[in-house]
């Protein structure tokens, strides 16, 4: 239709915006049309051809830094590929004290230091971290819980006690109300010991590094599978995306980043959001601009020339 050559033409006009069709229009019809339609027509509507909006995705922090809260290189990879995608982040964690703190150099136990998790968080956010206690999932499109001792420490007591441990009861509401709402979920390193709680027979992994692990999530009723850190596994069922990020055997950080690229665009497609750069196009305003341009009557015989008879205009949009 010539709402994809339309769109073409928008392309040559706005190369930012990438518009991509099922069709390949021959070069002569994008050239005959490129001549009918002034480019600063176009201009004025560009400002209609939007890309798809993008919603936001929650994550929630256990604080900040691997052997007492969140492992700081799988949150920064979720965060990345998340925002390249063009989805917005919020941030959220318990608003409590952690449990101890380290010092990630010696990696011992830093008695004397209390820190608090939301403040914690926000060293790797960025931005405010949100009280975890006003998280509703029906605001979101996802939900997204990386790795760290924080979880098996602070959000969790899984450290102490991996068959009968104690999830916090915000952080266990936050997993409940997700998925009772449909809302997709991702977890990454340890975070899925909690899925295995809370969820019912659902499947994760938990790597391949610390076999009891798997086990113990085994006994929690998960099916946990073994799987290398740039694998992932997808429960369709309970709309579940886990990877093993640094449970994985000797991972290099790339590795840890590329499973969790991995784990986000599986996220995105239970979701149910387009998974394209081009987004979602008006044509009906590029028919229009063409229409005002040349004539509805020109408009039409060009449509038939180049599409056959029966061709009409103002068709709903294309699948992109």
């Known amino acids: ?38 480019n600063n027509q176009l201009r004025n509507y560009a400002a209609q051809v939007q890309s798809v909006e993008r919603g936001t995705v929650a994550v929630i922090l256990s604080g900040c830094g691997y052997l007492d809260g969140t492992e700081i290189t799988e949150a920064v990879s979720t965060m990345v590929h998340l925002t390249k995608k063009g989805y917005k982040l919020a ?3 318990p608003d409590i004290e952690q449990e101890e703190t380290y010092d990630h150099v010696t990696k011992t136990l830093d008695k004397n230091e209390v820190r608090n998790i939301r403040v914690e968080g926000a060293r790797i956010a960025r931005q405010n971290v949100l009280k975890l ?74 790597g391949d590094s610390e076999p009891q692990t798997t086990e113990n999530a085994k006994t929690l009723g998960a099916n946990c599978v073994q799987k290398s850190v740039e694998e992932i596994v997808i429960d369709k069922d309970n709309k579940l995306v886990t990877s093993p990020a640094y449970m994985g055997k000797n991972p290099a950080a790339h590795e840890v980043f590329d499973g969790i690229g991995k784990m986000i665009d599986a996220l995105v497609q ?50 992109l």
Request: aromatic share 8%; with cysteine; hydrophobic share 40%.
């Open 1 to 38: 239709m010539f709402r994809r050559a339309a769109s073409l033409i928008v392309k040559n006009v706005h190369q930012y915006n990438k518009c991509v069709t099922n069709n390949v229009l021959s070069k002569n019809t994008s050239a005959i049309l490129l001549n009918q339609i002034n």
């Open 91 to 93: 941030f959220f964690a």
């Open 133 to 206: 206690e006003q998280y509703r999932p029906q605001a979101f499109e996802a939900l997204v819980i990386p790795g760290g001792f924080g979880v098996a420490k602070n959000l969790s007591n899984y450290a102490e006690d991996p068959i009968n441990f104690k999830i916090h009861p915000e952080v266990e509401k936050a997993i409940t109300s997700t998925h009772d709402a449909k809302v997709p979920i991702a977890m990454c390193c340890i975070a899925p010991v909690l899925a295995a709680k809370l969820i019912p027979g659902c499947t994760i992994t938990l």
């Open 270 to 319: 239970l979701t149910g959001s387009k998974n394209d750069d081009s987004g979602e196009i008006n044509f009906g305003v590029l028919e229009e601009v063409a229409i005002k341009k040349i004539g509805k009557e020109k408009f039409q015989q060009l449509k038939e020339q180049y599409y056959g008879a029966g061709a009409n205009a103002g068709n709903t949009k294309p699948t």
